[in-house]
């Protein structure tokens, strides 16, 4: 199984600063990564695919990078409705997995 | 509109079965697969498995052979989840999801249930 490592495991940063959240494979998985935003009590919400494209009314303070085992995912100036849990996920292989998540809060 | 409603919340007791039921809807049944995640309270996600409703077949974590069945009923646009033998590490949020964008490659969850809570306890 792609084990997927999430750093950090939490942040906190004030309104209009910029948040980065980083996704480690166990091995390459080219761009086949996801991106989730999840706010206490809901489903996920998909953020981004093949570790860049934005979904469709994603806001563009939101983008990732990265290819092979290593990905970022960046907030360029963070807002109130940004407070969550992130994970990543790899769409490379069965069985799908996904990071263990970080909870961005505001300072 | 496109949404996926989930049945409500279950209390079992160890040793039950518990099945729960995803209704889709705005989107065609049989063209994606439908999968299943579980979330347990305060902890991340993790991927149960697939039914293809085309042709009913599965894919399953290994960690649940044996104790899960993902099934579909196209006439009626309802995919199921069963997990058998309950324990209370089952206790968890479970989300019916679909993976409907070809270019995110093997399934990235575009489309998400609302979730089903199951406790079990005795």
């Known amino acids: 199984d792609i084990q997927m490592t999430q750093s950090p495991s939490s942040v906190s940063a004030s309104v209009g600063d910029r948040v980065t959240i980083t996704c480690r494979a166990s091995q390459d998985i080219s761009n086949w990564l996801a991106w989730y935003q999840q706010k206490p009590g809901k489903a996920p919400h998909f953020l981004i695919y093949?570790?860049?494209t934005l979904q469709s009314g994603v806001p563009s303070r939101i983008s990732g990078s990265g290819s092979g085992t290593d990905f970022t995912l960046t907030i360029s100036s963070l807002q109130p409705e940004d407070v969550a849990t992130y994970y990543c996920?790899?769409?490379?292989?069965?069985?799908?997995?996904f990071g263990g998540g970080t909870k961005v809060e505001i300072k | 509109e496109v949404q996926m409603v989930q049945s409500g919340a279950e209390v079992k007791k160890p040793g039950a079965t518990v099945k729960i039921s995803c209704r889709v809807s705005g989107y065609t049944f049989i063209y994606y697969n439908l999968h299943w995640v579980q979330q347990v309270p305060g902890k991340g996600l993790e991927w149960m498995g697939l039914?293809?409703?085309?042709?009913?077949?599965?894919k399953y974590a290994e960690k649940l052979q044996g104790r899960v069945t993902m099934t579909a009923d196209t006439s009626m646009g309802i995919g199921y989840m069963e997990l058998r033998s309950l324990r209370p590490e089952d206790t968890a949020v479970y989300y019916c999801?679909?993976?409907?964008?070809?270019?995110?490659?093997?399934?990235?969850?575009?489309?998400w249930g609302q979730g089903t809570m199951v406790i079990v306890s005795s």
């Open positions: 996920q790899q769409a490379y292989s069965f069985p799908l997995t």
């Open positions: 999801a679909t993976a409907r964008i070809a270019a995110a490659g093997v399934s990235a969850f575009d489309l």
């Open positions: 039914v293809d409703p085309e042709d009913g077949e599965t």
């Open positions: 093949s570790a860049s």
